[in-house]
């Protein structure tokens, strides 16, 4: 009755109390209980939130994803040390809790591990489990096959050690007929279930059984694998101060949550840009979420989001940005390297855009160069001067220059910047079936069929083009992502 008490206020704690408080409460709280649980006399089973903190501090402490270690433990014992009447959890082959450790007796007094602790303490379950999934990464270019550079923070590159940790045996052959996957392949599905992280599949891979003493036992000819696709960084183990920015493969938003598992408040774009200012904090809404969640702070932003909702990256949170929509934009076209701010951490959203910072943008997306020998029409601009190789370049390639004189100090227009993007881009967009109807631009407008394009693909969504107005940098840049966007659909 002691521990029911115990275990609904811990829960209690997460929904009433700030978030960073509760997180410190659930963690003395655990520690108090593991303390009392380590005898046969005094076992008590902890919340499901607790198990994923102990969990998550296990694989930090280690240097394992922490979404593999959950997933782990979810599939070995369904996360428990103890059954429903309270005794340990002990399987016919020797495997011992959580983690299901299975060792001879032999093998736990030379690795010095005290099996009265295996039994009844959680958290020493999960570290001696830790210890040995460690070991077979260790084993990686010998006894199993490295993956690329063996990196510890991408999940796929612990395949093999997951395999091992169940056993180098045919139920773990992928390449062979089972009732049930191999236990490395529901590891990885519950990541992707419930970590909610898109883990890729491996590529089929070499095994030989080559050892007549022991016929079941794998061996890998091959001892290392290039898979450059295999690239899924782990999500829970970032730390504040670390910029991230919001990708949600589910959805075209991230949720942005006033607490841990509280209510939704923003649903922001993909690439709003974040700045991680506490966690990560366990979800206790649902025992089956196995992510983690982040406090978050932004472009008018102060909130909380999963993990799963985040990809760390080298993003700014430029000062001077208040729409999330422009902060996105900025974003996504920074990480492509195609558009910066100021020195002085701002964007000057609100500037007019010079025709040649469009053309550099434009020339350094397309990864254009200058066309061997050519010979620049334009008449307005010579070596040295600030915007020349990507004048002549986006001349050469008929982006600009139409009109003789490429103008570099001029700012660009929203009508011109209609033509250069289609220009640019036309393969990408589809052909207009229809004529959008526009307040200022008639249909007999000089550019009104490049204007209608960008209409009819979305890339515009208003009724008052305003055609003759400069193009802000903000503009330019919503523009440009929502341009990228449908070609990177091709």
Same mark, same amino acid.
């Given at each position: 009755?002691?521990?029911?008490?115990?275990?609904?206020?811990?829960?209690?704690?997460?929904?009433?109390?700030?978030?960073?408080?509760?997180?410190?409460?659930?963690?003395?709280?655990?520690?108090?209980?593991?303390?009392?649980?380590?005898?046969?006399?005094?076992?008590?089973?902890?919340?499901?939130?607790?198990?994923?903190?102990?969990?998550?501090?296990?694989?930090?402490?280690?240097?394992?994803?922490?979404?593999?270690?959950?997933?782990?433990?979810?599939?070995?014992?369904?996360?428990?040390?103890?059954?429903?009447?309270?005794?340990?959890?002990?399987?016919?082959?020797?495997?011992?809790?959580?983690?299901?450790?299975?060792?001879?007796?032999?093998?736990?007094?030379?690795?010095?591990?005290?099996?009265?602790?295996?039994?009844?303490?959680?958290?020493?379950?999960?570290?001696?489990?830790?210890?040995?999934?460690?070991?077979?990464?260790?084993?990686?270019?010998?006894?199993?096959?490295?993956?690329?550079?063996?990196?510890?923070?991408?999940?796929?590159?612990?395949?093999?050690?997951?395999?091992?940790?169940?056993?180098?045996?045919?139920?773990?052959?992928?390449?062979?007929?089972?009732?049930?996957?191999?236990?490395?392949?529901?590891?990885?599905?519950?990541?992707?279930?419930?970590?909610?992280?898109?883990?890729?599949?491996?590529?089929?891979?070499?095994?030989?059984?080559?050892?007549?003493?022991?016929?079941?036992?794998?061996?890998?000819?091959?001892?290392?694998?290039?898979?450059?696709?295999?690239?899924?960084?782990?999500?829970?183990?970032?730390?504040?101060?670390?910029?991230?920015?919001?990708?949600?493969?589910?959805?075209?938003?991230?949720?942005?949550?006033?607490?841990?598992?509280?209510?939704?408040?923003?649903?922001?774009?993909?690439?709003?840009?974040?700045?991680?200012?506490?966690?990560?904090?366990?979800?206790?809404?649902?025992?089956?979420?196995?992510?983690?969640?982040?406090?978050?702070?932004?472009?008018?932003?102060?909130?909380?989001?999963?993990?799963?909702?985040?990809?760390?990256?080298?993003?700014?949170?430029?000062?001077?940005?208040?729409?999330?929509?422009?902060?996105?934009?900025?974003?996504?076209?920074?990480?492509?390297?195609?558009?910066?701010?100021?020195?002085?951490? %701002? =964007? $000057? #959203? *609100?500037?007019?855009?010079? !025709?040649?910072?469009? +053309?550099?943008? /434009?020339?350094?997306? @397309?990864?254009? &160069?200058?066309?061997?020998?050519?010979?620049?029409?334009?008449?307005?601009?010579?070596?040295?001067?600030?915007?020349?190789?990507?004048?002549?370049?986006?001349?050469?390639?008929?982006?600009?220059?139409?009109?003789?004189?490429?103008?570099?100090?001029?700012?660009?227009?929203?009508?011109?910047?209609?033509?250069?993007?289609?220009?640019?881009?036309?393969?990408?967009?589809?052909?207009?079936?229809?004529?959008?109807?526009?307040?200022?631009?008639?249909?007999?407008?000089?550019?009104?069929?490049?204007?209608?394009?960008?209409?009819?693909?979305?890339?515009?969504?208003?009724? %008052? =083009? $305003? #055609? *003759?107005?400069?193009?802000? !940098?903000?503009?330019? +840049?919503?523009? /440009?992502?929502?341009? @990228?966007?449908? &070609?990177?659909?091709?």
């Amino acid at each position: 009755m002691r521990s029911m008490v115990a275990s609904l206020w811990a829960v209690l704690a997460i929904l009433l109390v700030p978030q960073a408080v509760a997180h410190a409460d659930i963690l003395d709280e655990t520690n108090q209980k593991i303390e009392s649980s380590k005898t046969k006399q005094n076992t008590v089973n902890l919340t499901t939130v607790e198990i994923k903190q102990l969990l998550y501090e296990a694989a930090n402490k280690y240097d394992i994803p922490a979404e593999i270690l959950k997933a782990m433990a979810y599939v070995e014992t369904g996360m428990k040390q103890f059954d429903d009447m309270g005794n340990p959890i002990v399987t016919e082959d020797g495997g011992i809790g959580i983690m299901q450790v299975t060792l001879t007796d032999e093998e736990l007094q030379a690795k010095k591990i005290d099996k009265e602790r295996l039994m009844y303490d959680t958290k020493y379950n999960i570290d001696i489990g830790a210890q040995i999934l460690k070991e077979k990464w260790n084993w990686a270019g010998t006894r199993i096959p490295k993956i690329n550079d063996q990196n510890p923070n991408i999940i796929e590159h612990w395949y093999f050690a997951v395999m091992a940790y169940n056993g180098l045996s045919k139920r773990n052959d992928p390449n062979l007929p089972h009732e049930k996957k191999p236990y490395q392949e529901r590891v990885f599905d519950i990541i992707r279930n419930h970590s909610l992280v898109n883990v890729k599949s491996i590529p089929s891979f070499e095994v030989e059984y080559s050892d007549e003493n022991q016929p079941d036992i794998i061996y890998f000819p091959v001892k290392q694998y290039t898979w450059p696709q295999l690239n899924t960084m782990t999500t829970q183990h970032y730390k504040a101060g670390d910029k991230v920015y919001t990708w949600n493969k589910d959805a075209s938003y991230s949720n942005i949550r006033n607490g841990v598992d509280g209510a939704v408040i923003l649903k922001a774009a993909h690439y709003t840009p974040l700045e991680i200012v506490g966690g990560p904090y366990e979800s206790a809404a649902n025992p089956y979420n196995h992510y983690v969640y982040y406090h978050v702070r932004g472009n008018g932003i102060d909130g909380y989001v999963a993990s799963s909702n985040v990809v760390k990256g080298e993003v700014k949170i430029f000062t001077d940005i208040s729409s999330n929509e422009v902060a996105s934009a900025v974003t996504y076209l920074s990480l492509k390297g195609v558009i910066n701010g100021y020195t002085d951490g %701002t =964007f $000057r #959203p *609100n500037d007019k855009l010079l !025709r040649r910072h469009a +053309a550099k943008m /434009l020339v350094n997306e @397309l990864g254009l &160069k200058l066309p061997n020998g050519y010979v620049p029409k334009a008449k307005d601009m010579k070596p040295g001067d600030l915007g020349y190789e990507e004048m002549v370049i986006a001349e050469a390639y008929g982006l600009m220059g139409q009109g003789g004189n490429l103008r570099p100090n001029e700012y660009l227009t929203r009508a011109q910047m209609a033509s250069i993007l289609v220009r640019a881009y036309q393969q990408y967009y589809d052909t207009p079936q229809t004529q959008k109807t526009f307040a200022d631009v008639p249909q007999d407008f000089w550019n009104y069929k490049d204007i209608n394009t960008l209409a009819y693909n979305g890339i515009t969504v208003v009724d %008052t =083009f $305003r #055609p *003759n107005e400069h193009v802000t !940098r903000s503009q330019f +840049a919503l523009f /440009l992502k929502r341009t @990228l966007e449908r &070609k990177e659909q091709e």
